[in-house]
């Protein structure tokens, strides 16, 4: 009887970690933490009986058992690759490594994502979601989408758009919000780690700061999600809900609208090895920012 298979994913991060003899490293190359590494090796141990590593202070070392096994997965990953390649012939010969915001990625990029296949069938994307800045020093990138300050993101950033501060709520909530004090009567979701917070916005136009909320949410995509959801009134830039406004899925009750402090950026990697094509990308996102705007002005 065949010996049952361990979970491909245990086997990949044991060849990585093995070729590259870091566990940081195979976190790296996998796009994984490095705790999901290590935890899938620590099950591919417990289900062999055996260690595969010695853990030293300054690396990995295999043990025999580890040497033996090694030869095996890695012609059985390489095989794999092969036969993906033999099936999937048309698949882009260069993929981007594309970090965004969580936001930016679901609410902006993805709906779109089938025009750029369209004018660039030739490259593909592998794009990691990001929540907080500490999350890009991890990835690598050859392009980076990021969200906030121009200190934060640095000099070499291109901004994209000149974004504003609005409400959200459902249609029906909207139509129900005439004043001020209406909207402050609703449930208010805040969204914590930006600095266009509820108090600095009704700062910014004289408002009196709402003295509670129902709701606290890490990013715009879920503060605005909850707020189609009728689950109350938040915040969120105005760039990233056009789609949502435009196809009546969600209002913006009142019409107010303050500048945004921290707005939306792209940086290509200057040391990516891909850096012509991550042009290309950063000019595909600028020019479809350019469109929509120009549409909007339109209609």
């Known amino acids: 009887m065949a010996t049952p298979l361990p979970p491909f994913t245990w086997l990949r991060a044991f060849e ?3 070729r590259l003899l870091s566990f940081t490293g195979a976190a790296d190359e996998l796009n994984v933490t490095q705790s999901a590494v290590s935890q899938h090796i620590r099950s591919l141990e417990e289900r062999i009986g055996k260690p595969l590593f010695v853990r030293k202070a300054r690396g990995l070392v295999l043990t025999d058992d580890g040497r033996r096994l090694l030869p095996y997965v890695t012609a059985a990953v390489s095989e794999l690759s092969s036969g993906l390649s033999v099936v999937a012939p048309d698949a882009p010969e260069t993929v981007l490594h594309v970090a965004a915001s969580i936001s930016f990625a679901q609410l902006w990029l993805a709906p779109r994502l089938p025009d750029f296949q369209r004018d660039h069938p030739e490259l593909g994307l592998r794009i990691v979601s990001a929540l907080w800045s500490d999350d890009y020093l991890h990835t690598r990138a050859d392009v980076e989408l990021r969200y906030g300050t121009k200190e934060m993101v640095g000099a070499d950033a291109l901004q994209l758009v000149d974004d504003d501060v609005v409400l959200y709520s459902t249609p029906t909530m909207a139509r129900r919000i005439r004043t001020w004090d209406d909207l402050v009567a609703m449930p208010l979701i805040h969204t914590v780690g930006t600095s266009d917070t509820w108090q600095t916005w009704t ?12 709701h606290a949410v890490d990013s715009y995509v879920l503060s605005m999600e909850l707020a189609r ?7 969120g830039s105005r760039f990233l809900g056009e789609r949502l406004i435009t196809s009546g899925d969600i209002a913006s009750p009142l019409d ?3 500048p ?40």
């Open 16 to 18: 990585s970690a093995a």
């Open 203 to 214: 700062q910014h136009l004289g408002l009196k700061p709402p003295a509670a909320f129902s």
């Open 229 to 235: 959801a009728g689950a109350g009134v938040a915040l």
């Open 256 to 258: 107010l609208a303050a």
């Open 260 to 299: 945004a402090r921290e707005n939306h950026y792209i940086t290509v990697n200057a040391g990516s090895a891909l850096r012509r094509h991550a042009e290309t990308f950063r000019e595909w996102i600028v020019a479809a920012i350019g469109r929509s705007h120009a549409h909007l002005k339109q209609s």
